[in-house]
């Protein structure tokens, strides 16, 4: 019995070793199957700073590539300014140099004992007044109350018309010619009119409806004389004029040397007699049915300082077409000149102009094209003036400068910049643009020297 319970019992020995056994076998479990919290917050942390320093890589980086982008940006702005103020700077050029080849024509027909273009009545030989814009109203001996209406609405009087020449070089004169007998009646109306209001401009011509062709270039021919204007407007005196708008879109071509601006158009030749219009000459355009070339509708019209002054030097020469606007066109026709069509310039009276002037489009100049000019101007034009007109300030606050101030500025910043240096931060591709800018330049000096010399 004693010998069985011995062998059945497990001794302490026994037990004390298979617990040591089974705390080991525990404590190798738990040291790779548990992390401690500490371990666990550790590994997180690391992994976030992983993925926070990834994230402002990947920031650096796109800010790298924005300034690069924007860096190219800003460097093709700069080409594109450069090219634009150069192109400017060209066209200045251009019209410098047209000027002073008709100053050289001028002083050669001058030489050749050609007749001087004489200055106007009561008018001394003085330096010509340099002035932006000249306007003259054509009007005849019995347009009185037609004038007195214009004075009444779109054109300044006394003080103000003489303030608006200094302040804003904008010249504005009723043109007349004379009577066929000198010093009659009709004459000596015009000299108490002017002596009263100061705003006429008295031309060496004989007034007459047939006569419009002469009466235009003898126009254009005394303004030159008395006035250096950048632009010659004609414009009659039963159409209703926006100075300020006038000036403002002027002023939009005043670096080109020969611009011709109006309502661009080109009507029938009229070859049957006894019609208005009708045109004696009807055939040199062709068959008959043809239309004439294109011209500016003779309502209001502008022309730039080298063509008055080419229409001055060529005054005897010119021919006169039976409509005084195709005579113009004519002119021009073997001329490299910018026909320059804006419709602003032949509204139509209200509905038309009072539209546009809602709409915040002001018209340059108002008519009715059955009476080519206002219908019965003399009752309708201040109609006209309230509905279509742009305010009776509106000049005084237009911003403009004349070709004089544009030309010394453009030519000084030109100037100040080394031709051959104009574009250092071009590509290859723009060698050419530098080479034809310097060869330009160098067309330019060459010119003047041939020209002088």
Not at 291 to 300: L, S
Request: glycine fraction near 6%.
């Amino acid at each position: 019995m004693r010998s069985r319970n011995s062998s059945g019992t497990v001794s302490s020995k026994c037990i004390v070793i298979l617990c040591i056994a089974c705390f080991c076998a525990g404590m190798l479990f738990t040291d790779r199957m548990w992390s401690t919290p500490e371990a666990n917050d550790n590994h997180t942390t690391a992994v976030k700073r992983r993925q926070d320093q990834e994230l402002q890589d990947q920031e650096l980086q796109l800010s790298q590539d924005g300034c690069e982008q924007k860096g190219k940006l800003a460097t093709e702005r700069d080409i594109m300014s450069e090219v634009s103020r150069t192109h400017e700077t060209i066209q200045m050029l251009d019209k410098t140099i047209s000027s002073l080849e008709f100053e050289l024509v001028a002083s050669r027909k001058n030489l050749d004992g050609s007749p001087a273009l004489e200055n106007p009545a009561g008018e001394a030989s003085s330096e010509k007044a340099k002035v932006f814009v000249v306007i003259g109203i054509n009007t005849a001996f019995s347009s009185r109350k037609r004038r007195d209406s214009v004075r009444e609405t779109w054109m300044p009087r006394g003080t103000r018309l003489s303030q608006l020449e200094q302040e804003k070089g904008i010249v504005i004169r009723f043109v007349i010619g004379r009577s066929a007998t000198p010093g009659g009646i009709l004459d000596r109306a015009i000299e108490a009119e002017d002596a009263q209001h100061k705003d006429f401009l008295t031309i060496d011509h004989v007034e007459g409806y047939h006569e419009l062709s002469a009466k235009t270039k003898t126009y254009f021919a005394t303004a030159v004389a008395k006035w250096d204007a950048d632009f010659y407007v004609k414009v009659d005196d039963d159409v209703h004029v926006n100075l300020g708008t006038l000036a403002t879109t002027l002023a939009r071509h005043r670096v080109k040397p020969r611009v011709y601006i109006g309502c661009m158009k080109s009507g029938p030749v009229l070859a049957e007699r006894d019609v208005k219009y009708h045109e004696p000459e009807h055939w040199k355009f062709g068959e008959q049915g043809n239309k004439y070339f294109r011209h500016a509708t003779g309502q209001i019209y502008a022309i730039s300082k080298d063509l008055a002054r080419y229409i001055s030097i060529n005054l005897p020469i010119l021919h006169k077409y039976a409509n005084e606007d195709v005579s113009l066109g004519s002119w021009f026709i073997g001329l490299d000149v910018e026909h320059i069509d804006d419709r602003n310039m032949c509204c139509g009276t209200p509905p038309d102009c009072h539209w546009k002037a809602q709409a915040g489009n002001l018209c340059v100049a108002s008519f009715d094209w059955s009476c080519s000019g206002i219908c019965k101007s003399v009752e309708r034009i201040k109609s006209v003036h309230e509905r279509c007109g742009e305010g009776d300030g509106a000049v005084w606050s237009t911003f403009f400068l004349s070709s004089l101030y544009i030309a010394s500025s453009q030519v000084n910043y030109f100037t100040s910049v080394n031709v051959l240096n104009l574009f250092p931060c071009m590509s290859v591709s723009s060698t050419t643009t530098r080479v034809q800018t310097r060869e330009r330049v160098y067309y330019v000096i060459i010119n003047i020297l041939d020209k002088l010399l």
